[in-house]
C-alpha cells in the first residue's frame, strides 16, 4: 500500500523522472514522458544517449556516483530539440551498491515562460500603481473642464464655426474620460464574483447589446453552439465585458454583410497531455479586415492600437479578466480574410 504510495506520486510528478542503469538504458520512465511523444514501453531498455541531441551524445558524462545538475539537449519524438536541466543522484541497493542513475529533467523553457510572466507581472503592478495615481489626479480637473464647457454650450451664441470648434473640443473631452476610465479598469486589481454560469446564454446575452451595431452594418450572425456542454465558474459581468469587447472588435473590423460567426465546443482530448477534463471552447470569428502578422504578438499589449480613435486598452482589460480566470486566449487572423478569437475555459467540477 505505501510503496503504491510512493510510486504514485513518482509515477504522476510533473518533471520526467528516470532510472538508467550503470550501462546508461532506461530501466524506469514516469508518465511524464509523454508529453515528449515517446511512451515508456519504447524507450525501456534503450540507452540514454539514443534521444540525445547528436552533437552532445558523445560528450555527455552521467557519472553513476556523483550527484550532479548540467544542462542537455533532448531530442523528442517529432524531432524537436528539448533544452533541459538533469538533475542527477546515484541510485543504490539495500546493500549500498550503486546499480544506475536517476535523473529529474526539467523543460528550461517553461521555466523561462514562467520568469518571463512572473516578470511581466511585476511590471505590470508597478504600471497600474503608477497610472491608477496618475487617472485620479487627471480625472478631477478634466469632469470640471466637461462640465464648465457644458454650461457654456447651454448659454453661448455662436457664430459662423465657432459652435464646430466647441463641439470638437467637447467631444475630446468625452474621448479623454473614456480613455482614463479603460486606464482605471485594467490597473485595478479585479474582485471576482464567481458563479456556474451557462455559457451559451451568456454569449446571446452579451450579443443583444451590440444588435443596433449588428443591425445598421446588415452582419450576419451564424452561431453553432454545442447544447451539452457543462456550467463553468465564471465571474458574469466581466465575461460580458470580455466578450462585448470582443464583439466590437469583429464588427468594427467589418464592411456591411459581414459574417460574425460564434461557436462552442468541448476541447478535443490532447494525446500529448495528461489532462482529463477537457475545456470548453468559445470562437468568434469574422470576415473582416483581419490582422497584419506583425501586429499579432502586441495586440494584447497596453495602448497598442491600430485605430485612429482608439485607447488601445480594449484587448488588454479582456486578456486580463482571462488570466484571472485561468481562461486561455489565442488569436489567428489573415489579412483581408478575417479574424478568429479561441479561448478556452477551465471546468471545475464541484
Known amino acids: 500500500m505505501i510503496l503504491d504510495f510512493y510510486k504514485k506520486l513518482i509515477d504522476d510528478a510533473n518533471d520526467i523522472i528516470w532510472v538508467v542503469d550503470t550501462e546508461g538504458r532506461f530501466i524506469y520512465l514516469n508518465n511524464k514522458i509523454s508529453v515528449w511523444g515517446y511512451s515508456k514501453d519504447e ?15 558523445e560528450n555527455i558524462d552521467i557519472e553513476v556516483e556523483k550527484s550532479g ?3 542537455i539537449e533532448i531530442i523528442d519524438s517529432h524531432g524537436n530539440i528539448r533544452n533541459t536541466s538533469l538533475s542527477t543522484s546515484p541510485l543504490k ?61 447651454r448659454l453661448i451664441l455662436f457664430a459662423g464655426d465657432t459652435k464646430d470648434h466647441f463641439d470638437l473640443a467637447l467631444k475630446e473631452v468625452f474621448h479623454l474620460e473614456g480613455i482614463l476610465e479603460d486606464l482605471l479598469s485594467y490597473a485595478k486589481p479585479l474582485k471576482l ?129 482571462f488570466d484571472y480566470l485561468n481562461a486561455v486566449i489565442e488569436v489567428n487572423s489573415q489579412l483581408g480574410k478575417g479574424t478568429d478569437f479561441i479561448i478556452k475555459f477551465p471546468v471545475t467540477n464541484i
Do not use: W
Open 43 to 57: 524507450l525501456i531498455g534503450k540507452p540514454l544517449i539514443s534521444i540525445l541531441n547528436v552533437r552532445q551524445a
Open 69 to 71: 545538475l548540467k544542462e
Open 93 to 153: 541497493n539495500d546493500n549500498g551498491a550503486i546499480v544506475g542513475t536517476i535523473g529529474v529533467v526539467r523543460d528550461m523553457a517553461e521555466d523561462k515562460r514562467v520568469r518571463e510572466r512572473s516578470a511581466d507581472t511585476e511590471r505590470l503592478a508597478a504600471l497600474g500603481q503608477l497610472s491608477i495615481g496618475i487617472a485620479h489626479e487627471i480625472r478631477n480637473p478634466l469632469s470640471s473642464i466637461k462640465m464648465n464647457l457644458q454650461i457654456l454650450n
Open 193 to 321: 464574483k464567481l458563479k456556474l454560469i451557462d455559457i451559451n446564454s451568456l454569449l446571446d446575452n452579451t450579443l443583444l447589446m451590440v444588435r443596433s451595431d449588428i443591425k445598421e452594418k446588415e452582419i450576419v450572425i451564424n452561431k453553432y453552439y454545442d447544447n451539452e456542454l457543462p456550467t463553468i465558474l465564471l465571474d458574469e459581468d466581466k465575461m460580458k465585458q470580455a466578450f462585448l469587447n470582443i464583439y466590437f472588435n469583429s464588427i468594427q473590423a467589418m464592411n456591411k454583410g459581414g459574417i460574425l460567426c460564434i461557436k462552442t465546443y468541448r476541447e478535443k482530448e490532447n494525446p500529448d497531455t495528461d489532462d482529463i477534463e477537457k475545456r470548453v471552447v468559445v470562437e468568434v470569428s469574422d470576415t473582416g479586415c483581419g490582422i497584419e502578422k506583425k501586429n499579432l504578438k502586441s495586440i494584447f499589449n497596453p495602448f497598442f492600437t491600430t485605430k485612429p480613435y482608439g485607447t488601445g486598452l480594449g484587448l488588454s482589460i479582456v486578456k486580463n479578466i
